[in-house]
């Protein structure tokens, strides 16, 4: 490794295992169900990952947007430190209150505009869970239960419009509408009610609502799909066809929220706003898993009742303290600014590296979502390379190298990341 070597001190981390002695673990014990890069991590502080040996990587993929506030930001720490030592951390079941709940859903209402502003200006409402595929789940039913309840569409009828190359996580009812073979081959029967359109193309989605059409689920700009933008106007025209259609249009910003493009929701670039919008990852800084479902209260009131959704740990004291501090951190800190001011300067570098470079097809992103797709359509190759100079990338979609930093990342962060792409890219 030519990574930043910073000292010669043994880095143990969590066990006094040796790489070779984790590899195996994990191989031996994990399912393979990930590609992954030869590295064992043992810390992880800001912008950087270190390994055993003390060598650091500059995190420019910030787990896929999680990490947006830094690793182990330390205000977001210490509030999880304080509930560990406080006693107020652990799981106590949903049947009682908790203040960590009530704070952070109060938070979480207000950080949203107010959603669905045709059905009245009744505040927001927030659904809580772990993991973000389960905040998609949490929204599927919303749409559907709204169709039934509100459209008088008939139970099991509903259909929702997704989009081709979207990603919305892997439980059975979200791989059934994924485009990608390998997420869903094999694991049948997969859920109906879905139906996939070019995403994009505001003609198709107008020719795809029927009388059972009760949402859209659309990602702002996606990032597992190859890093795309869709043609300006599209999130208009989807708000369009929802109003006229009485239809929810979710947007799922799990990992282009919580300004990583460079707003607070990436549906801000277009001036619109959606029923609902489901967050996660970077919600609670990296540290807990914690999604949300949010959506105008009116609605939340109609779709959920008493006994007809839940999670042991969603919502559960921990997570919650961690969202709070997030919350807190990102509207303190600026991030989304930072992500536009940093995002700027770091784009303009990497299209002067393309005009050069023999390899690069196009720059594209906003903020610090930027994705430099390869001409010859294998990323990976790319990112290892930049693995073997202290970078972290990953591809996306197999053709594009994904450049998401924590959006903390400073101009001499940057500045590292610039000269190791150069190196990749032009030689
Ligand atoms: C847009 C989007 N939706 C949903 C998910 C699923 O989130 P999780 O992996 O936390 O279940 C992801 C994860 O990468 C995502 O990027």
Redesign the pocket.
């Known amino acids: 490794m030519t990574a930043i070597r910073k000292s010669n001190h043994r880095m143990t981390g969590f066990s006094q295992e040796g790489d070779s002695a984790i590899f195996n673990m994990e191989e031996d014990f994990g399912a393979h169900h990930y590609e992954r890069i030869n590295l064992v991590v043992r810390r992880a502080e800001g912008c950087w990952l270190t390994d055993e040996n003390g060598n650091k990587y500059l995190d420019c993929l910030a787990a896929?947007s999680a990490a947006n506030p830094g690793h182990h930001h330390p205000k977001i720490t210490q509030a999880v430190m304080e509930a560990l030592t406080g006693n107020y951390a652990s799981v106590i079941s949903n049947v009682v209150y908790s203040d960590p709940l009530g704070v952070f859903l109060s938070k979480a209402a207000k950080f949203a505009p107010q959603m669905a502003p045709r059905f009245g200006n009744h505040g927001n409402k927030v659904l809580p869970k772990n993991?973000?595929?389960e905040s998609?789940e949490t929204a599927i039913k919303a749409m559907r239960y709204f169709g039934w309840k509100q459209k008088g569409i008939e139970d099991g009828k509903q259909e929702i419009i997704v989009f081709n190359n979207n990603?919305?996580?892997r439980t059975i009812s979200v791989v059934s509408f994924s485009s990608s073979k390998k997420y869903s081959e094999g694991f049948g029967p997969l859920t109906g009610g879905f139906v996939s359109v070019e995403f994009g193309d505001i003609f198709a989605v107008k020719k795809a609502i029927n009388k059972n059409t009760c949402g859209i689920l659309v990602?702002p700009m996606q990032?597992?799909g190859g890093m795309k933008l869709p043609p300006k106007g599209f999130l208009k025209g989807l708000r369009t066809l929802c109003d006229e259609n009485d239809l929810l249009l979710v947007c799922?910003e799990?990992?282009v929220g919580m300004g990583r493009t460079g707003k607070k929701f990436c549906f801000e670039h277009e001036g619109i706003v959606p029923d609902g919008v489901i967050l996660?990852?970077a919600l609670s800084g990296g540290l807990i898993p914690l999604?949300v479902f949010i959506t105008n209260a009116k609605i939340m009131d109609m779709v959920f009742s008493k006994g007809s959704d839940g999670s042991t740990f969603g919502g559960y004291p921990l997570a919650c303290v961690a969202g709070s501090a997030a919350l807190d951190v990102f509207e303190q800190e600026k991030l989304a600014e930072k992500a536009t001011q940093k995002g700027k300067i770091l784009k303009e570098k990497i299209e002067a590296i393309a005009r050069k470079s023999p390899h690069v097809k196009e720059v594209r992103g906003k903020g610090l979502f930027i994705g430099i797709e390869v001409k010859e359509g294998n990323a990976m190759e790319f990112c290892t390379k930049l693995l073997n100079l202290g970078l972290i990338v990953n591809d996306s979609h197999g053709h594009t190298i994904r450049i998401s930093p924590p959006l903390i990342i400073t101009d001499e962060e940057i500045d590292f990341m610039v000269q190791q792409l150069e190196k990749v890219l032009v030689g």
Do not use: A, L, R, T
């Open positions: 896929y993991g973000g595929v998609v990603f919305h996580g990602e990032g597992e799922d799990i990992q996660g990852k999604s």
